[in-house]
Structure formats: structure tokens, C-alpha cells
């Protein structure tokens, strides 16, 4: 059947039909005006009868009755502008035997003001949830990328030259390597540089969560699922990542319990909500982080094999400062100039002297140490050149001590970590959120290592 060769008798009792409802248009495949009823007429001001026989484009140029003619699927309840109001439009393909052989647009034109501000309550919605999007990636995105990543020595090249290669692939990655080495700054760049990067980076701290909420925060919880929960739930990191990356750092201080759930999400894709009895389907590429050697947790059985082999398809190590000493007087120049900016100090360059310090320095701390240890010289000097007399007291001591090589290293971080906490705790009487602040730690954190080095 072809509307356009439907007899005038048809048509008119189309017409009628159609007649009960605020406005309609009928329009045949080829996209020309074949019934246009009084109420439709009226309602954009022009005579019925010079609408019918037209080519819908001629007459209202913005219409959308074409489209669905091309695509098949109806357009239900836009909002379209008649010239004179903005009414509300259904459009619906005609079919017969299988085949579409017109459109038909019906309007509402009534009850607008009501509709009005409901939809211009929607379109406030949707800007505002624009806008919060935006911001959650401007906050949770990657924030670096491999240019950020400085140094020019063998070992960092090597290290950001296979982490290219890692970069297209959904695998997940392994990111190995002593504490303040730059970690972190591996993970945003391979999110950055990947075809996720336009997605969600969702970074979770594994230590910085209390025990009994990891599970909750990674994979949601639903509605009344344990006391304290929020109503209406909440969803987990891996869906606010889907797409996306989700950078799970300090993997080692993952429940055990928590492991094997993890393995199904990575496994499966699959993730359930605590109190929960659906399943849903994430797609997210999964980072992860460690200093800790997994390996080691493994035999002491705090942590899954299976997990191991799963989240590190790929591993990367990223070298120690030590073994780059080449690479620090730029890492200098580049926290001066930060520095300089951030404390508003004027400081130009680091002596010779002091050059020559650093490179035989042990760097337990890494890049970490070097940044503050800059900052903190930036400081006490104001400007011109760092001298070794700028040097922090602990750190000149240190130099001088010939101790470093014959000391296990985790026997020397260890010590120095526990000095410095009990030192700050004395500096602050005992206030832990402070200690926290002063230490650059979160409250989690101090807890555990106090709790490490026997300071509870
Ligand atoms: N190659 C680098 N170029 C510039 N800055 C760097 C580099 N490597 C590390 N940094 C800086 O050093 C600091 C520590 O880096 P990051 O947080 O990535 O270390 P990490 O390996 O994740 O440490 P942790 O194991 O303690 O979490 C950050 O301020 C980072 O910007
Ligand atoms: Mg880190």
C-alpha cells in the first residue's frame, strides 16, 4: 500500500480521525504533506490547503518527519518550535507489510505550561549533571601524561618506552617499584595516552580504606545492605569507572577476603552489590600498584596467586632514583621552578656541591624525597643558589654516614619511617589527624604503621 494513492474519500476520513487530536501530519515515504488537519493548520498559522501536496521540507524546514522515514524509529515527545510556540511532537513510522510508507508527527498543544516547566525542569537537570560530569573527570581523570614523566637515563626509558607498548590494550597492568618512584604518574599516563582516555580514571588508595568498607567501596552496596549504609545504596568504584580505568594503588593492602571478588570482576566482568542479588557488567581496564613485594605475600598467603597472575598480565617496574642519578639535576630544575611557584621563593639553581651530594645519596624516598627535600631548601634559602647548609640536619647526617651501603634497605626505610612518625607525634602532642597532615598520610595509614612499628 502507497498513502499517496489512497483515495481523496480515505484521506478526508483520516482526516477526521485524526482531527480528535491536538495537531497531526501525515506525510507518505516520498516525504510529501498528505493529511494536515485543522487543528495543525491553525496552529502554525497557514491555510490547510496550502500545506497539503508539499514537500514537508519546504514548508517546515526543521522538521524531523524524514528522519524517522530514514532511520525506522520514532522520535516520541520533542520539543519543536512551530514559529509562533514551542509544542511538544511525537513522530511515528507508518508501515505496511514490513515496509515504512509514511510518517506521522501528532503535536500537543495543550496542558503547555504545565509541560513546559516540566521540560524546562529537565533541561536544568541536564545541564547541571553536564556540568558534574565534567567535574568528576576533571577530578578523577588522569591528570599526567608521559611528558610529565621526566628524565632522560636509560632506566626511566626503558620504562616508559614499555609502558608504551602497554598502552592499546585492555590487559591489566602491574605497576612495580619502590615508594615515591613514580607509580602513579605510570598509571594516569598509560590511561592517558590509551583509548580509554576520554573515559573516567578512577584511583583507589587500597591502604587509605578501612578494612570493613573495601568491599562496599569498590563494588557498591545496595539499599540498608549494613547499618550506616545510604539509602538508595551506592555505587562502587568499578562502576564509576566502566569504560574507563580504575588504578587500584597499594594492591598489597587488599583484603584477603576481598581478593576473590576482585578476580571475578577481572575474570568476568562481573560485580556485585554488598546486600545485593544482581549482577552487573563492568568493562574497566584495571591498574594496579605495589612496593610491596607480592610475591613474598603470596608465600605468607595474604595474598591470592590467582590475582597475582591475573592483575599482572603486564608488569612494569619502574626504576629507583639510584639507579637513574643521571636524571636528577633536571628532576632539580623541575622542583625548584615548582617550587618556586607553589612557595613564591626565588631560588635558581643547587651548588655544585650539593649536586654532588645527591648523587651519592640513597634516595630511599625516591623522587618523593628529592621534591621535598627541594622544597624544603627552596625554603630556608628564598633564592639564589641551594647550599649544602640548606640541607635538612637529618640529611647531612646521613651524608656523612658511611652506614647506608652495609644496611639491608628495608631496615633503613623502616627505621627512618618510625623515627620521623615518633618525631612529628611528638611535635604535635600526640594529635594522629595532624600527624597524618603533617606526614602527608591519611589517618589509615599512620594507624597501620604505627601499629607496624609499635607505637600503639
Ligand atoms: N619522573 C618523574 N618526573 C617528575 N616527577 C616525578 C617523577 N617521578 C615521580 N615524580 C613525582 O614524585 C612524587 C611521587 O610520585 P608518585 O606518587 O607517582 O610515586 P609512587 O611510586 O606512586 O609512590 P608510593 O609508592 O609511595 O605511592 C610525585 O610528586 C610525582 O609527581
Ligand atoms: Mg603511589
Redesign the pocket.
Known sequence: MKLESLSVEILQALDTVLGGFDGALVIDAKGNIVVCTENYANAVHKPKQELLGKYVLEVFPNSKLLEVINTGRPIYIDLWNTGYETVFVSRYPITSEGKIIGAIGLSVFRYLDEAKRFAQWVSNMNQELKYYKSQLLKLSGAR?SFD????NSGA?LTAKNSALHMVKAPTPVL?L???????????HAVHQAGPRRDRPFIRVNCASIPENLVESELFGYEEGAFSGARKGGKPGKFELANGGTIFL??INELPYGVQAKLLRVLQEGEVDHVGGTELSYVDVRVLS???ADLTQLIREKRFREDLYYRIGAFQLM?PPLRDRRE?IPL?CE??INFSNCELGTSVEAVSGEVLEAFSGHHWP????E??NVIQRCCLVAGSGSIRVDHLPPGFATMLASDTWPDENLESIVLKAEKEQIQKVLNQVAGNRNKAAQVLGVNRTQLYRKMKKHGLL
Open positions: 599526567y610529565t614523566i621526566l628524565g626511566i605497576i617499584g619502590e615508594t615515591g618512584t613514580g607509580k602513579e604518574l605510570f598509571a594503588d597499594e600498584a605495589t612496593s619502574v636524571d628532576l623541575h622542583f624516598g625516591n623522587v618523593r628529592l621534591r
